[in-house]
């Protein structure tokens, strides 16, 4: 430790990390940087000035145009993104965690027969599924309502995996037990026991799902004719192909792009351990 | 099956007469309650879809009386999956796709691998700065990530164009040769975070005193991160090149959107943007055999690695 040599090669060492890892978080940083400089922007800016550096402060102004932009839909996107991924993923954590529990901690015949089969959903490419979906859908009139993209994405089969290990490792059957000599059923057991010592594992779950249902572009663009339907990113898809035409679209996508992900970046951080111990568990299968 | 039966009998032995009063564990109805709210959607929006699009990949379009007639639907064996293997649109599709993840998967994952072995190691100051840069791209969408990034290759207002315009290069981000790797760097951005993060968890989950001796021993840091840690945690790594795997042949809102900006992606530049091409001509039946195909590819290639590799490392 001592060593002279040691010492400068840690020396050397630590300034080439540092140096390397601000390199990458300056190229993870920069695309959000330059959204945050080009939604203060006015339009006519956008070409005239250098992209990473601020001008004219014309924020609150992008954000009136924003949100009155055709009649509001712009906010109308943001409800929908709400009710499909937040919604989506509040539902899918609960069924997921009757599911995992019931795989944990009841014996039954075929129960691992049914989590293999759970364990090939993980594998389905999710977006082989949009197409059949439509046409099945379109026989039964669901194709463009909420429900297109709403019901399938309560399912979440990496979610159900998740929830039967944590389920396994933060539930004792001793605790399990006693309840049930308490005389309580077994939903009042879930829902008074299970339930509570599973939440921190639900939020690592819900945050799984939501942001499945929230990067999932080619669902809602296969079901959705309604523009009144559209999630966020659907809806300023749309705009981003009108740009041509319509250059003035250009500051309003980029503004909503800002507003769309700057509350989910947020929350993410805020959340971050309940990344940790999904990530985790999902390394050690 | 044994391993149910004797747990099955461990916990009616366990809870005694009122267990087995009830004919050992909750009774059925209460488990099919349990499992029906999942079950029930899974098999509708799962399990239906990919039956009916084996299903539909075996049939063709017949008409009554020539090309005005009526049409109906009836049996046609492989002829959908002929046609696929004929098109030549999916041959370069899957050609670009490979050459896409062949160049982009080890990529990424490298970068991610060297992220998580500086962030575990004595080396970093400001970890969790590090870490959160790194992770923040997670949660934009792959459309945002595109249309972000569509706003740095543009000639006109990207801010990284104008500067390697200043030290005398003119890049071209959209052209026939670029385009590729312009969509590659958009998921690089959007997943090593991700991938970063797997493999830092499964590095800090290794005990602390398999280090030590080493250490005693006079190991460098290096020789450490490279002979102990990588192969402990090569399972987290074979992992996260399944699910990239599977990421790449899904590849769909990132060219989509570059398309918007580029002429250099057709409409149907990767499997996934051919399948939806195809379908939107209305020729469902062709629109199947390509998902089927590309389901089958995915399942092939990630089986395939994993067996690849975890005999390779004598797991």
Redesign the interface.
């Known amino acids: 430790m001592s060593n002279p040599s040691t010492a400068r090669?840690?020396r050397v060492?630590?300034t080439a990390?540092?140096s390397?890892?601000f390199l990458?978080?300056i190229?993870?940083?920069?695309?959000?940087y330059?959204?945050i400089v080009?939604a203060t922007k006015p339009q006519s800016d956008?070409?005239s000035t250098?992209?990473?550096a601020f001008s004219h402060f014309d924020l609150f102004h992008n954000l009136h145009t924003l949100f009155s932009r055709d009649g509001g839909i712009y906010g109308r996107w943001a409800v929908n993104s709400v009710i499909y991924a937040v919604l989506g993923a509040a539902v899918g954590t609960?069924?997921?965690a009757?599911?995992g529990?019931?795989?944990a901690k009841?014996?039954?015949?075929g129960?691992?027969f049914?989590f293999s089969v759970?364990l090939g959903?993980v594998?389905?490419?999710?977006?082989?599924?949009a197409?059949?979906?439509?046409?099945?859908f379109s026989k039964t009139g669901i194709v463009n309502t909420y429900f297109a993209v709403f019901?399938?994405s309560?399912?979440s089969?990496f979610g159900?995996y998740l929830a039967r290990i944590f389920t396994a490792a933060a539930v004792p059957d001793e605790l399990l037990?006693s309840a049930?000599?308490d005389g309580a059923?077994?939903?009042r057991t879930?829902f008074s026991v299970a339930l509570r010592l599973m939440s921190p594992s639900l939020v690592t779950i819900f945050l799984f799902q939501f942001?499945a249902i929230?990067?999932n572009?080619?669902l809602p663009m296969?079901m959705l004719q309604k523009e009144s339907l559209f999630p966020i990113?659907?809806g300023?898809?749309e705009w981003?192909?009108q740009?041509?035409r319509a250059p003035l679209l250009q500051e309003s996508?980029?503004t909503g792009?800002l507003v769309?992900?700057l509350p989910?970046?947020v929350?993410?951080?805020l959340l971050?351990r309940f990344?940790?111990t999904g990530?985790?568990s999902?390394?050690?299968? | 099956m044994t391993d149910t039966a004797s747990r099955a009998t461990r916990v009616v032995a366990a809870s005694g007469r009122r267990r087995r009063h009830l004919g050992g564990g909750p009774r059925a109805g209460t488990i099919v309650a349990f499992l029906t709210p999942f079950f029930l959607p899974f098999v509708l929006f799962y399990l239906v879809p990919i039956g009916y699009a084996i299903w539909q990949s075996f049939r063709v379009v017949r008409r009554t009386g020539g090309q005005y007639g009526t049409s109906y639907t009836t049996f046609g064996g492989f002829h959908q999956y002929v046609q696929v293997f004929h098109n030549t649109e999916f041959w370069s599709s899957i050609e670009r796709i490979g050459l896409f993840g062949v160049v982009q998967v080890p990529v990424m994952l490298f970068v991610a691998l060297i992220m998580a072995l500086l962030l575990d190691s004595p080396l970093l100051r400001l970890r969790s700065f590090f870490r959160i840069a790194a992770f923040m791209p997670y949660a934009v969408p792959g459309v945002i990530a595109a249309i972000m990034w569509s706003f740095l290759y543009s000639p006109q207002l990207s801010p990284v164009v104008e500067v390697l315009k200043d030290v005398g290069l003119t890049p071209n981000f959209l052209g026939p040769g670029a385009v590729l790797w312009s969509t590659a760097n958009v998921s690089t951005w959007l997943w090593t975070g991700y991938n970063m993060l797997i493999l830092f968890s499964a590095l800090q989950s290794i005990p602390q005193e398999l280090y030590e001796a080493a250490r005693l021993d006079g190991a460098s840091n290096w020789a450490i991160a490279w002979r102990i840690k990588v192969p402990i945690i090569a399972p987290s790594i074979i992992l996260t090149t399944v699910f990239s795997i599977i990421g790449t042949l899904q590849l769909y809102a990132e060219p989509a959107v570059l398309r918007q900006i580029s002429s250099n992606i057709s409409s149907t530049y990767t499997p996934n943007m051919l399948a939806y091409a195809v379908a939107s001509g209305n020729n469902y039946q062709q629109a199947a055999a390509i998902s089927v195909v590309i389901a089958v590819v995915t399942f092939v290639l990630s089986f395939g690695f994993m067996r690849l590799t975890t005999r390779r490392a004598g797991l």
């Open positions: 090669e840690s060492g630590r990390a540092m390397l890892m990458l978080a190229y993870f940083l920069l695309p959000i330059f959204l080009a956008l070409a250098f992209g990473l609960f069924i997921s009757l599911c529990y019931a795989l009841f014996p039954f015949r129960r691992e049914l759970i959903g594998l389905v490419p999710t977006t082989a599924l197409l059949p979906l439509f046409l099945l019901l399938p309560i399912v089969p159900v037990e049930r000599l059923g077994e939903f879930f942001v929230w990067n572009f080619f296969v990113t659907l300023l898809y981003n192909g740009t041509a996508v980029i792009s769309s992900i989910v970046i929350v993410f951080i971050q990344w940790r990530l985790a999902g390394a050690l299968k």
